[in-house]
């Protein structure tokens, strides 16, 4: 199975839908590096999943008029977590949770702390960001621009990992960048999630995903996070989904069509 899947949309969109977190699969000799056993692995996975949002994804995909490109990640974040900074930008690594995790979402062990995250990040998270980097590249070149949507959930109560869980959770949280999230594009996403209940900003979570190689210096992409509050659509944690799938989905490709 690839590690990560870029799936074609309309040769005129410039919209690329990024999942990095939907996904649950772990290769054998990863999980041999993480001392949990099968039961608390499972649980781990259960909190720290987006569970679904690669079918959110996939349904606003089919659902849009002009079909965007989709960006997803086959493995679990808990790999590599590709939206992370690889080295000592990463506030993350506060509580072991940079690229490649130590810590869980409730502060226990992961990995060994002497873990050497260099292999994962040159095996995973390298070959990832490359990808991403050329998915932006193709978009620019056929349109002229790219937008990434980040497409994100998070559960109703923080866990204890959280740095900044404090704050608002409303059902739809957009993540903005001061570089590359004009205010059209955060506008036109509240427009589009109006009927998903209150949409907030940067609370609990803030920024957005742009590949290391236009961040803060191109202009043409453009770029917005979209968290969605799991309880609106699905059972926590890790349970299946609800009738809010559909909304949500049509929710963003409302906002897809509107790019």
Not at 103 to 124: C, I, K, N, Q
Not at 172 to 185: I, M, Q, R, S, Y
Request: hydrophobic content about 40%.
């Amino acid at each position: 199975m690839p590690s990560f899947e870029l799936l074609p949309g309309s040769a005129d969109s410039p919209v690329l839908l990024h999942v990095p977190h939907s996904a649950r699969a772990i290769p054998g000799d990863v999980r041999e590096g993480i001392v949990l056993d099968d039961a608390a692995l499972g649980r781990e996975l259960d909190h720290i999943t987006d569970a679904h949002t690669d079918g959110i994804a996939e349904r606003a995909a089919e659902l849009a008029g002009v079909r965007p490109w989709r960006f997803v990640n086959r493995l679990s974040r808990l790999v590599v977590d590709p939206e992370r900074f690889p080295d000592e930008r990463e506030e993350m690594l506060a509580v072991g949770m940079g690229a490649v995790y130590t810590r869980t979402t409730h502060r226990g062990a992961l990995r060994a702390p002497d873990t050497d995250p260099g292999p994962l990040v040159e095996r995973y998270f390298r070959p990832y960001a490359q990808a991403m980097s050329d998915a932006v590249a193709e978009r620019l070149a056929a349109t002229g621009r790219a937008v990434v949507i980040d497409v994100h959930s998070y559960p109703a109560k923080a866990l204890p990992y959280e740095l900044h869980g404090a704050g608002p959770r409303p059902p739809v949280c957009l993540g903005t960048d001061a570089f590359h999230t004009p205010p059209e594009l955060a506008e036109a996403a509240r427009s589009a999630f109006a009927g998903c209940g209150e949409t907030g900003l940067d609370s609990p979570f803030s920024g957005t995903y742009v590949p290391l190689e236009y961040y803060g210096t191109d202009a043409r992409v453009t770029a917005l996070m979209v968290e969605i509050r799991r309880d609106t659509y699905m059972t926590e944690p890790g349970g299946p989904a609800g009738p809010g799938l559909e909304r949500l989905a049509r929710a963003l490709a409302a906002l897809v069509d509107a790019l």
